[in-house]
């Protein structure tokens, strides 16, 4: 049930009588778009309310939400900040206890809303949504509410910059000068404010966000080294997700530079420029006093440089990182082995996770921070185990669900934000996502909620199909295959945009994988099955079968057998019996000779062959594609591609390299849900020689699961009430 507000939306008076501007189509079909004011973008806007405790109280609540974004402070203490993005249709707002944060007698309300106004994938913006709703309540009885009688003022400090990334974000080149310094404070005098603007067209609809605000926390340097008097080079000690913090005092005007990244030069300098086409360099003007660097959005960085001009007084002491991430519960899961490369892979494979996760999975926090279908079907398998949440999986669900239904019933590629993205074989992958997530957590209601959207995705390319059965020229998205273009394996077949004539593997293979997850999930939700998946499956192998050398080709007409158009095949089932050993020798032989995002299912396809020895060989290989190549380059979170140099952009952050985390625990380890929700367990381990001894622990809905191995011998304990089912 939704929430009734009794709180009013305010906005910039700028903002009213502004008429939304319409962002959504497909992306094949571009629209002509209104030009979107300047002076309306990067837009940061202050608001506070003063109110008045008279009585003892037990209980406080606040709830509210911020189109884009807020950061919420009571009594001059940071409370929280969001939302998770969403459409306006279907936007999210939170709620957070705040009984710690209020006082008897006087107290302020503080929130600091950000407008971006560019589209991009992290921001669902410019369209002229703007503003904030916030209500307080003590004791279940309303004693602040958002209205005119709110205090709003634009913060200026916030001197426009750069635009970074593909238009992720603006660079911050903050002037102290122009900052209210103590806004959130009670004391604070707002004299020179204006009244808010009501906006009574404001058009959300609004959600109680599905999961919990994010984790924002303090991280100190772990090493400091002084370039020259006022000059520091900074190491956070690994990747994270968040701003840099620091205070200073110099003359007015005068200026400190800073620099992050996520490596160093071989001069021992940060390497702002960075490889993922973000370059970090901003400049902080001080105001003359004891000035706080308070930035805004957040980055992906390890190192930061700061360069103070001659004679400002630098606190070394306030040196700090404040991280933000999806809550992760570091006990959730927990993986340690006798190889210490098996467990270096392990642990930047998690942290991966761990800060590509924000409001929602991302799939870089750096140049995109955006949300990719086909990343998820990776980050969120591997974020089950590493988390213990579900939470979030089953939001990720949603916001494809919705988007799709409001632009193209056959799934964009990128959800929330307004960036319109389509891309064929993403879109096969969100009824196998949406079929993991009810094998994790049992959810039947909400399998059957969802089920009509995997319904309308098949129907959708139903207008693709030849006579045969077999899809051909998919040109209303792209067809990707894998990223980046020279991961490929040479797959024979021109991936245009939009893609030309003709029949190709790959995207045949996903759309029967993705017709098999919606049969599976027909059974479960005893819906009469009506898909011919036999006819499918011969036309398939007449094809894309080479009888010569048995082994599936790229496309149709064409001679070349890509490791892509035969791990597919394998995957889901189409490959036959008598073919299965070419196919697989095949892929032994090309290792990972593909991106890391296929070498997910090239992984999952030699496990389902009883390759079990060559799956764990190749999570464990030290090759140039390798996740042990990663670590020898120096990853503390797993990377876009195998190599730093393999990609021209590449991003040192990139949670869809997850992919030996659910590998191990599924098919090494060989830990599975036999039924819905762990409520029994499947187990059948391939746990090579070579590994003397490993201990496992994560949370699943039944509880936590237990396992140890140690020279041959092992021990798995369940929890209460789960039973077990051995193959």
Same mark, same amino acid.
């Given at each position: ?88 249709? *279907? ?468 001679? *070349? ?167």
């Amino acid at each position: 049930m939704n929430k009734q507000w009794e709180a009013e939306w305010i906005s910039d008076a700028a903002f009213i009588g502004l008429q939304p501007i319409d962002l959504f189509h497909k992306e094949m079909e571009p629209k002509d778009l209104p030009d979107h004011r300047e002076d309306l973008k990067n837009l940061h806007m202050l608001a506070r309310k003063t109110w008045r405790l008279d009585d003892d109280f037990t209980d406080a609540i606040l709830e509210l939400t911020a189109d884009d974004y807020y950061k919420v402070y009571l009594n001059g203490q940071f409370v929280g900040q969001g939302p998770a993005q969403g459409n306006y249709f *279907h936007y999210y707002y939170n709620r957070f206890d705040i009984t710690p944060y209020l006082r008897k007698g006087n107290n302020v309300i503080a929130v600091h809303v950000y407008y971006q106004g560019l589209i991009c994938r992290s921001y669902n913006s410019g369209d002229y949504r703007q503003g904030l709703i916030a209500e307080v309540s003590v004791d279940g009885q309303l004693v602040a509410k958002t209205d005119d009688t709110w205090k709003v003022t634009r913060n200026k400090a916030y001197v426009s910059g750069d635009i970074i990334g593909y238009n992720t974000q603006y660079l911050e080149h903050i002037d102290n000068r122009l900052q209210p310094a103590g806004w959130q404070e009670l004391d604070y005098r707002a004299e020179d404010w204006t009244q808010a603007s009501v906006h009574a067209a404001d058009d959300h609809q609004l959600q109680l966000q599905p999961t919990p605000p994010l984790a924002v926390y303090t991280v100190k340097p772990v090493k400091i080294t002084s370039l020259a008097e006022g000059s520091y080079v900074l190491d956070f000690g690994g990747e994270l997700t968040g701003q840099f913090q620091m205070r200073a005092q110099g003359k007015p005007g005068q200026q400190i530079e800073l620099r992050c990244g996520e490596e160093l030069l071989d001069n021992e300098r940060v390497r702002y420029e960075m490889r993922c086409n973000c370059t970090y360099q901003e400049h902080w003007t001080l105001s003359g006093g004891n000035d706080v660097l308070d930035m805004y959005d957040y980055k992906a960085f390890r190192y930061v440089e700061v360069l103070a001009e001659s004679g400002i007084h630098i606190d070394t002491d306030s040196f700090a990182a404040v991280v933000r991430h999806y809550p992760l519960n570091e006990e959730a899961c927990s993986f340690e082995s006798s190889d210490s490369m098996l467990n270096a892979i392990w642990e930047i494979c998690t942290n991966g996770l761990k800060f590509g996760s924000q409001e929602n999975y991302v799939d870089c926090p750096s140049r995109e921070k955006g949300q990719y279908l086909g990343d998820n079907t990776v980050i969120t398998h591997a974020h089950t185990y590493v988390s213990g949440d579900l939470r979030l999986f089953r939001k990720s669900l949603v916001d494809f669900a919705l988007l799709s239904s409001h632009v193209c019933p056959g799934i964009m590629a990128v959800a929330p934000g307004h960036f319109m993205q389509e891309i064929a074989d993403f879109s096969f992958q969100w009824p196998i996502q949406l079929l993991e997530y009810y094998k994790q957590s049992g959810d039947e209601t909400f399998l059957r909620e969802m089920y009509p959207v995997a319904e309308g995705m098949l129907r959708h390319f139903i207008a693709y199909q030849r006579e045969d059965g077999l899809l051909a020229h998919v040109a209303d998205k792209w067809n990707l295959v894998d990223w980046p273009e020279g991961m490929r394996d040479e797959y024979d077949f021109p991936l245009t945009r939009p893609v030309g004539e003709g029949c190709h593997n790959v995207v045949n293979a996903f759309y029967y994988g993705a017709r098999v997850a919606v049969r599976q999930i027909r059974s479960i939700l005893q819906i009469e099955e009506t898909d011919d998946l036999d006819s499918f499956k011969q036309t398939f192998l007449q094809v894309f079968w080479n009888e010569q050398t048995k082994l599936f080709v790229d496309a149709e007409g064409s001679k *070349h057998s890509s490791l892509h158009a035969n791990a597919l095949p394998l995957l889901f089932g189409l490959v036959d019996a008598d073919g299965r050993e070419t196919v697989v020798e095949l892929l032994r032989s090309k290792r990972l000779s593909c991106g890391v995002y296929m070498a997910y299912f090239l992984l999952k396809a030699l496990a389902a062959a009883g390759e079990y020895a060559l799956v764990y060989d190749l999570i464990r290989s030290e090759e140039l594609h390798s996740w042990g190549n990663m670590v020898k380059e120096g990853a503390t979170t797993c990377f876009e591609a195998w190599s730093k140099d393999l990609k021209w952009n590449t991003s040192l952050c990139h949670p869809w390299a997850s992919a030996p985390i659910p590998l191990l625990i599924e098919e090494i380890i060989g830990l599975k849900p036999a039924a819905p929700g762990w409520k029994e367990v499947s187990f059948n381990p391939h746990i090579p020689e070579q590994l003397d001894w490993l201990h496992i622990s994560f949370e699943v809905p039944a509880g936590t699961i237990r396992f140890e191995h140690k020279l041959g011998h092992s021990k798995l304990i369940l929890p209460e009430g789960v039973s077990l089912r051995t193959n």
